[in-house]
C-alpha cells in the first residue's frame, strides 16, 4: 500500500506516442490503434506494473516529468501526457487523471537515450 505522504518514483523506457497521431480512420470510418501506438501501449503498462504495486492512486497528486530526448526533434508535449496519463490509469498506478492537480514537466536532451521518469507526491495546495 502506497501511503499519501511518500513520493513514487517510475520509470518509462520509451517516450509516449503523442496522442493526436494514435488513431487510424480507414475508409470503412472504424477507428484503429496504428501497432506503434498498441505496442508503446502495452510496453508501458507492463514496465509501469513491474514498478508499482498496491491500490491505484486516489488522491490529488503533483507529478513531475522528466522526458528524455534522443535528439532535438520537436515534439509536442500536451500530446505527450495525454498518452502518459492514459497508461497510468490502464496500469493502476492513478485511479483517474483529474486527480493529477500540478504538473511540472521538463525536457532533457541525451543524445541516443530516450525515456520518461514520473515521479509522483501529494499535491500540496499553495
Not at 501511503?3 to 497521431?21: A, G, Q
Not at 472504424?30 to 503498462?45: D, G, L
Not at 514498478?51 to 491505484?56: L, M, N, S, T, W
Not at 532533457?108 to 514520473?118: L, P, S
Amino acid at each position: 500500500m502506497i501511503s499519501e505522504m511518500e513520493e513514487i518514483e517510475l520509470y518509462l523506457s520509451k517516450l509516449p506516442v503523442p496522442k493526436s497521431n494514435r488513431y487510424i480512420r480507414p475508409k470503412g470510418g472504424k477507428v484503429f490503434k496504428p501497432p506503434r501506438v498498441t505496442n508503446w501501449e502495452a510496453r508501458a503498462i507492463w514496465e509501469l506494473r513491474e514498478q508499482f504495486k498496491g491500490d491505484a492512486i486516489d488522491y490529488e497528486i503533483s507529478v513531475d516529468i522528466t522526458l528524455i530526448l534522443p535528439n532535438r526533434r520537436k515534439r509536442d508535449i500536451d500530446n505527450m501526457l495525454k498518452s502518459l496519463w492514459d497508461v497510468m490509469e490502464k496500469a493502476g498506478v492513478i485511479k483517474n487523471d483529474n486527480l493529477i492537480f500540478e504538473v511540472h514537466t521538463v525536457k532533457k536532451i541525451e543524445k541516443g537515450k530516450e525515456g520518461v521518469i514520473i515521479k509522483i507526491r501529494p499535491f500540496q495546495s499553495p
